[in-house]
């Protein structure tokens, strides 16, 4: 039976885990200074929020210089000019001539960097397995995307709290780093494509051959993208922006009940991820809808941990309601991703796979900021009655649910 660890893709993955996890551990932690300096959790959203967008907007070329580009060099040269940068970061912010404007600068780049080489990553699983492996592979390496734009803001807000930004700078320097001299020995297959006249123009025309296809060739990953768009910006910013703020401010748990909680979701991530092998078996794309509505549910305890009734219980009930079950809405969603992800994949030819995942992200992250400005607002109006925000995410899921019944 093929094996799916080959050694390429073993290098791959354990390359993707430390650059992109790492980058957005760092993405969060500086986000969190931010937070610090002002000390309000609207500024702190919408700086979060702000900086991804020129990310997301160039995600599109990402995905069609992954196409026309050696895909290893590709990923090799973001690693270290990403370590470069970060530790002229670190040598500033030690000079003290890091401000805000400067550090928005950097945070700018990494939302470039990674709307760049998850495009350039996926495009290159399915050279590097079998086709029966795909899905498996996708999973992980899916799984490591969904994990790290997870469990990022989570480590990240561990990790600013116990060490300190500064020496985050210096680690994560040194970690990305060291990916990018692993990628050095990954060998991925690629086949040069000439680029017909200018390069700008040459990748324009990658774009529209690529929304043609979308919409004329393959017409469910508009419907997907239709669904996953809203659910982006609707309900993920919820959980991003607040279960830091619910667990540290709202239960005043402490500095390792903090960790804890927050260790659920990456938790429940990695469990999602690696289970998908069992769970791909048993799931259609038709049925899609009902993991959704199940995602949406799990929000309504949530909810529920945080109304006064619980509140007033003490510290533990609301903890653990909160995070068991937050830790459910990782796992849930993370199988729904990467399902669809892996569907998508399978249907979609290699020369055009980097921008048409590439679109994928671009389109179902492009409203996301708006999110999390949004939730950041509500948190911060509703900070003595925080379910509200949370019940209303959950409203939005279900309404989704009923969407996506009726779409796919």
């Not at 309504?300 to 995070?323: Q, R």
């Amino acid at each position: 039976m093929d094996k799916l660890f080959r050694k390429d893709f073993t290098l791959l993955v354990i390359a993707q885990i430390t650059s992109v996890l790492g980058s957005a551990i760092l993405n969060f932690a500086l986000s969190l200074y931010i937070l610090d300096i002002t000390g309000r959790v609207d500024i702190f959203a919408t700086v979060l929020a702000v900086t991804s967008i020129p990310g997301i907007l160039l995600g599109p070329f990402g995905g069609a210089i992954a196409d026309r580009f050696s895909r290893k060099r590709i990923i090799v040269i973001l690693d270290f000019v990403s370590s470069a940068l970060i530790l002229l970061l670190f040598i500033l912010l030690g000079l003290g001539l890091a401000s805000i404007a400067v550090i928005a600068v950097f945070l700018v780049f990494f939302a470039i960097k990674r709307n760049m080489y998850q495009p350039t990553v996926m495009a290159a699983v399915p050279t590097l397995v079998s086709e029966e492996r795909l899905v498996q592979a996708n999973g992980i390496a899916n799984g490591v995307q969904s994990i790290s734009f997870l469990a990022g803001p989570i480590l990240g807000g561990i990790l600013y709290g116990a060490i300190g930004v500064h020496n985050l700078l210096a680690v994560t320097a040194a970690i990305i780093f060291l990916s990018a001299v692993m990628e050095i020995f990954i060998q991925i297959p690629f086949i040069k494509r000439d680029l017909e006249g200018k390069v700008v123009a040459t990748f324009i025309a990658d774009l529209k051959d690529t929304f043609f296809y979308v919409l004329k060739e393959n017409p469910i990953v508009m419907k997907l993208l239709l669904i996953s768009a809203p659910l982006n910006m609707l309900i993920t910013p919820f959980y991003i922006i607040g279960t830091p703020f619910i667990l540290r401010t709202i239960l005043q748990s402490s500095e390792t009940q903090f960790g804890v909680g927050m260790a659920f979701a990456p938790l429940a991530g990695i469990i999602g991820a690696f289970s998908i092998g069992f769970f791909s078996k048993r799931m259609t794309l038709t049925h899609t809808y009902r993991y959704l509505g199940l995602y949406s549910v799990m929000i309504l305890p949530m909810t529920f941990a945080v109304t006064p009734i619980m509140l007033n219980t003490g510290f533990w009930p609301p903890f653990i309601t909160y995070s068991v079950f937050g830790g459910i809405f990782i796992f849930v969603g993370t199988v729904m991703s990467i399902f669809v992800v892996s569907t998508i994949q399978k249907e979609t030819p290699d020369e055009s796979l980097g921008k048409v995942m590439a679109l994928i992200g671009t389109v179902s992250q492009s409203i996301q900021p708006l999110g999390l400005m949004l939730y950041g607002f509500a948190f911060e109006q509703f900070s003595g009655a925080v379910f509200i925000p949370v019940l209303i995410a959950c409203f939005f899921g279900i309404i989704l649910t009923i969407a996506a019944k009726r779409t796919i």
